[in-house]
């Protein structure tokens, strides 16, 4: 399986968050790209989505994002099955913090909507294990407070 992780931004949180998605992506693909987590799926999709600090707008650019489908790669045209999640930022959350600080709001974000699940899981898709493999791979970058 694939995971790709991107982001949908306004102003300069794309910039900022564009290191966090690139660096969870190639972290997430190289510790768990081989998994077996089923069949039904080809790529496990994370969005961030960091447009507006007004919650309910940044739910609307979310909707696009909480599905499962496919779709068809315009390189090798293959068709790709997937299943695609939204973590809500607010802006003002994520130009406020540090890098390292960012990336670890990130991490805690995408486990906390991992555990809510999809609307919809694909046939064969083993989404209890994928997620917790998924939070258990990204606990690294997680700073703990005690």
Not at 16 to 45: H, I, K, M, Y
Not at 85 to 114: G, W
């Amino acid at each position: 399986m694939r995971f790709r992780v991107t982001c949908v931004t306004s102003g300069e949180t794309g910039t900022l968050l564009s290191e966090a998605t690139v660096r969870v992506q190639n972290w997430l693909n190289a510790s768990l790209g081989d998994g077996n987590f089923g069949e039904g799926v080809d790529q496990f999709t994370i969005v961030a989505i960091s447009v507006d600090d007004d919650t309910e707008s940044n739910i609307r650019w979310s909707n696009a994002h909480n599905k499962a489908g496919k779709y068809k790669n315009s390189f090798t045209g293959e068709s790709v099955r997937f299943i695609s999640f939204a973590v809500l930022l607010p802006p003002s959350l994520v130009t406020s913090k540090a890098p390292t600080a960012l990336l670890s709001y990130f991490c805690s974000a995408i486990m906390e909507r991992l555990k809510s699940g999809p609307k919809r899981v694909p046939k064969g898709f083993g989404y209890a294990r994928c997620a917790a493999a998924v939070s258990k791979a990204l606990e690294v970058y997680v700073e703990r407070v005690d």
